[in-house]
């Protein structure tokens, strides 16, 4: 009996054997978006003076916007993705301050012009942050794009008390809100439906 070539043999045997599956990749950014949208949100709407005080944020900016993005930005080093590691543990962190100023009184101690300095080093990181992400998606850039706008606008209105400056800022900050929303919609609903189906326009690099 005339036998097969190594060679075919080997072939042979690669088409029957049944091939691994790939594990399926998790975008941790998802998250890292919810937590900044919904903690961002509750905060624009009494910066926007809807509500008169911004203490129902104050568990948000701990538990939420403050330890789980700082647990996505970890997930986000562990996918190798700089941007994300630094944006989710920065702004995981901002918020873990946040709490800190508001629950201890530290903010009041501060006063007006420190708040407004504190705000303004967020708006010049988020500026900076704004330009690398010009690299990343069109979704993207349009949140640190408002974002940046929304925090130099807090930092004028509390540096010079002006009421409707923060009124600004936060309306600028419900925009900021919606468009990390969708991007955080975009990505799950694209990861669940298995394709893309909603636009994050990615930049071509």
């Known amino acids: 009996m005339t036998e097969l070539p190594t060679t ?8 029957a054997a049944p091939s691994p599956i790939a594990p399926r990749s998790v975008d941790p950014g998802a998250l890292g978006l919810a937590a900044f949208a919904l903690t961002t949100f509750v905060l624009s709407v009494a910066n926007a003076g809807f509500i008169g005080s911004a203490s129902a944020v104050l568990g ?42 508001e629950s201890t009184g530290t903010g009041s101690a501060a006063g007006a012009s420190g708040v407004g300095v504190y705000l303004l080093a967020w708006a010049i990181f988020t500026l900076y942050m704004t330009v690398a992400a010009i690299r990343t998606t069109g979704s993207t850039l349009s949140v640190f794009a408002a974002l940046t706008l929304t925090f130099f606008a807090l930092a004028i209105g ?8 923060i009124h600004i800022g936060g309306w600028l900050g419900l925009i900021t809100a919606v468009l990390a929303w969708y991007g955080s919609f975009a990505v799950v609903f694209n990861s669940t439906a298995g394709h893309a189906v909603l636009p994050v326009w990615p930049s071509k690099r």
């Open 8 to 15: 075919t043999t080997a072939a042979l045997e690669s088409e």
């Open 158 to 165: 509390t540096m010079t008390g002006s009421a409707t400056i």
């Open 60 to 101: 948000l900016a701990l538990f939420y916007g403050g330890i789980v993005q700082l647990l996505a930005g970890v997930w986000e080093f562990a996918n190798k993705n700089t941007f994300g590691a630094t944006a989710f543990c920065s702004f995981g962190a901002f918020w873990l301050s946040f709490w800190y100023l």
